[in-house]
């Protein structure tokens, strides 16, 4: 059975930001809780939110594969790597894409995408 957790409607769209089964974890729309700053201030926003929710699954980042990063505006690569690196296991980092393309929002800058796996109780 998929677990899904935080089901809502985004802008009409009904959608469950975590989906799960097995090992497999699939987080989606991770977004920054607020769309005030720039993207180094949204992506760090965005990873904190990542973080939460992993812990809400019984993990953290060591349990991520990889990392989709959509970017509003691909001039913005430099400074989101910035928060970036404050963020991930220099020793371990996730895989990670950098996409640029049209978000859902005009003041949103960045969004992440992310897979998992369960390790915790292996």
Not at 16 to 35: C, D, K, R, V
Request: proline share 2%; hydrophobic share 40%.
């Amino acid at each position: 059975m998929i677990e899904r957790r935080h089901i809502d409607t985004l802008d009409g769209a009904r959608r469950a930001q975590i989906a799960a089964q097995g090992n497999w974890i699939f987080f989606s729309g991770i977004h920054p809780e607020t769309l005030d700053g720039d993207i180094k201030e949204q992506t760090r926003s965005a990873l904190r939110r990542l973080d939460t929710l992993l812990a809400e699954m019984g993990e953290d980042q060591g349990s991520i594969f990889v990392v989709h990063v959509w970017l509003k505006d691909m001039r913005y690569f430099s400074a989101m790597n910035a928060a970036w690196n404050e963020w991930a296991d220099a020793e371990n980092p996730p895989a990670r894409t950098c996409i640029s393309g049209d978000l859902y929002r005009e003041d949103l800058l960045v969004e992440l995408v992310v897979t998992a796996c369960r390790t915790k109780g292996e």
